[in-house]
């Protein structure tokens, strides 16, 4: 199919747009051919489990404070609260989640499945918003923590105690760096670096219990100062219920396990269409994951709130964003204190490159499928840039702070649980399960009241996702609007009658009508060429062959082409299609029978009643209105040459 030539583009544009592809199309095949695809070798599930740990097991660097300046002297009761959300909330809805969605696209898709029309684009767009909020908040605040805890070191303070923000935006700098380069998600450092923090973090915790069982008075003191501030336990677990919310940063990283799932080695023979070992091995990933996790949030949150004086968490403190790497220091000495700093800036690190690879494969999974991304979007270089400086710009408003960025990190991952709450709910009620209807639909209202108190006490997560959803859409409409007559059909298919009709006519002139289908019957086929020939002064013995197409969802960009041929009336043929788009389905067509006869089609059209612009708007949203002279324009911009072109004419 024939498209517009381009000069060959400069040294530097040719490097940033090095592997230039269309990555929305990277779904998995469907049907038969699916079945004969084996699924890729992947890796054992336990390697991959590291992948998705660096960024949920890096939260351990600042969870612990944030816990304690939220919920004070009740951060270990709240914790508990968090880790049975966790456990009987959260890892149920994402278990079920890497059954309904086994190739990494996540809960967006099972919901983008669920809704069509361009309400279902615009519910995707929004919760890409929130999904970019969260991905890019946990570039910037990992890499204000990794920060906090390289000035916060005892050797280092002196030096660097007021470069905090430039500290920040040279990681957040090395980071888009290394993906200009050209960055491979390793799976083997991730090993090595969740390995090494976990089991540092194991000799704190340890060190921790140690003292506060030789320290018996420490229990003591806690537990007197909760009576006399909260009076009895009913008291307690009721406030730690009210700021649960507040400590949702425990929570992230059950989306990127689903995210990671395409790593995931399968049984031997498996396809893409069942891959029954990725989903048993993804849901030991995502369990052995949430386990590790509760454990270490329990045991760090209650050490770091008996051992660490309250004043040392707030802002300017000597623990503030950095509680364990605090205790590592006091209790195990500067020299381990110092190597575990240096594994938490490399894990805190990490989690934002695993989340600039969140970025990058999401958003091209669904914007080139919509028309909705600039073709340069579809390359990594770009994307890169435009992330770095967003991550600039956030950075630069936060004043690199981990306290003014967890609210608006909580928020992208409320929204992101809360969504993929919602559509396992809508999939159980789908398949007759009402017992996990029910339990689902239980889950779901805990984390939509948990992401409203999240929303109403700290802002600034709506805010800046809403800036994100606001600049999507604007930019996916804009997108949408330039490649509005751009050839977008990626295949063209004819059966065996479509193709005895075109084989048929190129033996004379083809010429085919384009007919909006009405009632079908013969006099509407006969009045259409009476029409047609007085129109355009075309003679009796002139051949017509129709063509019809039926609007299905003009939301959609890019899809193929299947074209059938049937007889109406025992004389009129017919070529029928299905398109997002009348004009854009009738130029494939066109130049498909160009290419396969060496014959210049002609089509006819009946010239389109109203003004212009809301024919226009009529073609934009909805697929038809301007039909005959969009369909030149396309024309036009895929064959620069006017002798190849198809012929349109309209009466």
Known sequence: MATTEHPPPGRLRAWMLEGLSDMGKGHAPKGAQAEKQPVDEGQPWYRVMCLTGVDYFSTLGYQPGIAALAAGLLSPIATIVLVIVT?????????RVAEESPHGQGSIAMLERLLTFWKGKLFVLTLLGFAATDFLIT?????ADASTHLVENPHLNSALHDKQMVITLT?????GAVFLKGFL????????????????NAVVVVSGLYHIVTEGHVVTDWTTALTAEHGNIFVMIGVALIVFPKLALGLSGFETGVAVMPHVKGEPGETEENPAGRIRDTKK??????????????????????????KDFEPGGSANGRALAFLAHE????????????????ILWFAGASAMAGLLNLMP??????????HWARAVRPMVIVFTLVAFLVTWIFDADVDAQGGAYATGVLVLISSAAIAVTIAARKAGQRNWFIGFAVISVVFLYTTVVNVIERPDGVKIGACFIAGIILISLLSRLLRAF??????????????RFVRDIASRKIRFIANEPDSRDKAEYRDKIEQIRTDNDLPEQEDFVFVEVTVTDPSEFEAGLIVRGQVMHNRYRVLTLESSSIPNALAALLLNVRDTTGCIPHIYFEWTEGTPFANFLRFFLFGQGEVAPVTREVLREAEPDRDRRPRVHTG
């Open 365 to 374: 999974r669904y914007l080139p499928r919509y028309g909705m991304a600039p």
């Open 331 to 346: 209790y195990l000495g500067n020299a381990f204190g110092t190597v575990y700093d240096v594994s938490t800036i490399a």
């Open 87 to 95: 456990l009987a909330g959260a890892l149920p809805v994402y278990r």
């Open 139 to 143: 570039i910037t605040l990992s890499a």
């Open 171 to 175: 990681l957040v700098a090395l980071l």
């Open 486 to 499: 751009e050839l977008r059909v990626t295949s063209v298919t004819l059966d065996d009658m479509a193709e």
């Open 285 to 310: 990933l995502l369990t052995t994951a949430a386990v590790i996790m509760s454990c270490f949030l329990i045991a760090t949150s209650f050490i770091t709130t008996l051992l660490i004086p309250e």
């Open 185 to 200: 998600e390793a799976i083997g450092v991730a090993v090595a670096l969740v390995g090494i923090y976990l089991a540092l």
